[in-house]
Structures are given as C-alpha cells and as structure tokens.
C-alpha cells in the first residue's frame, strides 16, 4: 500500500519566523521548489534547449526561476541590481552548455535563492509591507508587498510553463 500524498505546502501550517502576512509567499516559494526538485530529478541536460513550437526553453526558466527572484528581492530591499545581476540576466537567453550536472546545479541555483527569499522574508517588518518600492531603471512604484507577492506569483508562473515544457520535449524524444 502506498503512502498518501503529501499536502501541499499551504496546508502544512506556519513557516516559523516567517510574519503571517507573508507566509502565502513563503508558501508558494517552498511549493515551487519541491515541484521543481520533484520534475528536473531525471531530466535529460540535452533537452535544456529545446524549444518546441518557439516556447522558452526549460533551461531558460531554469535559469530565469533563481534570476527573477533574486532581482525582484533586490528591489524589495530598496537596492539597485549589480553589474553581476544584469550580465546573469542577459545569460538568460543563449542555450545553455550541455554538461551532466547542468541541470543539478540550476535547481540548486534556484534552492538557494529560496532559502535566501526566506531569509528576507523572515526579516521583513509587516510594517513595512505598504512602503513605496521602485521597481528597475525607471524606479516604476510599487509597494513592498507588491514585490513579494510579484516574486513569489511570478515564480509559480514560470514554474508552470517549465512543468509544460519539460512534459512536452521529454515526450517529444521518445518518439
């Protein structure tokens, strides 16, 4: 007899130090993760860069899932991205180089960065969460709410199209 399924992370309680208006966020950012570990734990490094029908690539999300997030919590502490974060995102997009471990080290690229929204998180003061937070260049306003919410609901999103996509090129090569 199998065991049952785990419940989703939302319905597992609290993340401890994290304020409550905030766990919705660590939430989706520690479902992401397992979802993630769960569909990349066999798949192919030479599919990275497929791109069945024009849609991005799993290497792309892959590597926009750590990127995104990384940026966004940037933002949120009131910081300006580094020289560093702005060659990553221009990475984002050129195929990636096929190495056995590729796909390994951008989950755990992406677990890190998990850990360390977390971290932030925990951090944050809830009193804070309505304060003005410029968003790129431009210094477009936001709140600093609206940053987290923003990371964690655009994580879910690539997220999704990463599942899609990897399903669909991982179905593709058996034929």
Known sequence: MSSPAPLEVWLRGPIA????????????????REELNTAMADFPPALLNERPAGVASVGFHLQHLAGVLDRLLTYARQETLSEQQFAEFHAENPPLTI???VVTKLVQRFSNQVDAALNQLKATNEASLTEVRGVGRAQVPSTHLGLLVHAAEHTTRHLGQLLVTAKWVQSLALH
């Open 17 to 32: 130090g994290v304020p409550p208006l905030l766990q919705p966020v660590a939430h989706a950012l520690l479902q992401a």
């Open 99 to 101: 190495e056995s471990d």
